[in-house]
């Protein structure tokens, strides 16, 4: 095999990738949006009307992530760089991609270990695991004002761009634990180049388009079966 020339697998992952790392999904039977309302803890007129509801939704979250480890369809993705050029677009918050070793993840949704100022020009600061909890009056060191570090519902996506280019470029394009709800995530399937091989891995699969190979099985349990398919085909001589 030429590895100079990986064939570009592109990964796009949503909440059902960390559930088996412990995280709740969101739209699931017990998910977060059956316990919160959405539009009070993740949305910027939420922030506006009540931001200490807003801080202390994402601390809960902060401090459910640092008990958490990544689960082996994390491993087995970054496993899959041996033969490819990995490419993971996520819209989870975790930084489990990462702490597996994952080594391109642009994360469309914000980053849960992140914050930043308030207005712009945007500063970018990270959390360490002993400093979690953040509060309508934290500030950075020039006392601008921070928040999470978490695109709210009613905000632009700013990595839709570059996500959308790396869909274009793909050679094969995986779709793994999410429902598919929440737009423009949801678009990046619709950017693929014709005739490339799609999948998507989902215990409760959402509608897909016509073409898509759906395994529904968990993130590991799909991540095993396609990881040997995957690499199967690799291993056929070409045409
Ligand atoms: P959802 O909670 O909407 O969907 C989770 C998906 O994961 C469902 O399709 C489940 O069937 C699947 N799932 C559950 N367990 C799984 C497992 N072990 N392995 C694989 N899949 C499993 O989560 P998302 O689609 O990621 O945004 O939600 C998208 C966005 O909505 C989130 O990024 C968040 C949320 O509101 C913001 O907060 C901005």
Same mark, same amino acid.
């Given at each position: %095999?030429?590895?100079?020339?990986?064939?570009?697998?592109?990964?796009?992952?949503? /909440?059902?990738?960390?559930?088996?790392?412990?995280?709740?999904?969101?739209?699931?039977?017990?998910?977060?949006?059956?316990?919160?309302?959405? %539009?009070?803890?993740?949305?910027?007129?939420?922030?506006?009307?009540?931001?200490?509801?807003?801080?202390?939704?994402?601390?809960?979250?902060?401090?459910?992530?640092?008990?958490?480890?990544?689960?082996?369809?994390?491993?087995?993705?970054?496993?899959?760089?041996?033969?490819?050029?990995?490419?993971?677009?996520?819209?989870?918050?975790?930084?489990?991609?990462?702490?597996?070793?994952?080594?391109?993840?642009?994360?469309?949704?914000?980053?849960? %270990?992140?914050?930043?100022?308030?207005?712009?020009?945007?500063?970018?600061?990270?959390?360490?695991?002993?400093?979690?909890?953040?509060?309508?009056?934290?500030?950075?060191?020039?006392?601008?004002?921070?928040?999470?570090?978490?695109?709210?519902?009613?905000?632009?996506?700013?990595?839709?761009?570059?996500?959308?280019?790396?869909?274009?470029?793909?050679?094969?394009?995986?779709?793994?634990?999410?429902?598919? /709800?929440?737009?423009?995530?949801?678009?990046?399937?619709?950017?693929?180049?014709?005739?490339?091989?799609?999948?998507?891995?989902?215990?409760?699969?959402?509608?897909?388009?016509?073409?898509?190979?759906?395994?529904?099985?968990?993130?590991?349990?799909?991540?095993?079966?396609?990881?040997?398919?995957?690499?199967?085909?690799?291993?056929?001589?070409?045409?």
């Amino acid at each position: %095999m030429n590895q100079t020339h990986k064939p570009k697998l592109v990964i796009s992952t949503g /909440a059902g990738m960390s559930a088996e790392s412990g995280i709740s999904t969101f739209r699931d039977s017990g998910g977060l949006w059956e316990q919160h309302n959405v %539009m009070d803890v993740a949305s910027a007129d939420g922030f506006a009307r009540n931001p200490e509801l807003v801080h202390r939704f994402y601390n809960a979250r902060r401090h459910d992530l640092v008990k958490a480890q990544p689960n082996a369809g994390h491993r087995a993705i970054v496993d899959l760089e041996k033969d490819f050029d990995v490419y993971v677009i996520t819209q989870n918050v975790d930084d489990l991609h990462e702490r597996a070793g994952s080594s391109h993840v642009t994360h469309l949704h914000g980053e849960l %270990m992140k914050v930043r100022t308030i207005d712009p020009p945007y500063r970018v600061y990270a959390l360490s695991p002993d400093n979690l909890d953040t509060t309508p009056e934290s500030r950075d060191a020039d006392g601008r004002l921070l928040r999470p570090h978490i695109v709210f519902f009613q905000e632009a996506v700013p990595e839709i761009e570059t996500a959308i280019e790396i869909v274009r470029e793909a050679d094969i394009f995986v779709v793994i634990g999410t429902s598919m /709800a929440v737009y423009p995530a949801a678009s990046l399937i619709n950017f693929v180049r014709p005739g490339v091989p799609v999948y998507y891995i989902d215990p409760r699969p959402a509608p897909t388009p016509a073409g898509v190979k759906v395994i529904a099985k968990t993130a590991s349990e799909g991540l095993a079966e396609l990881s040997r398919e995957l690499r199967s085909i690799l291993s056929q001589p070409p045409l």
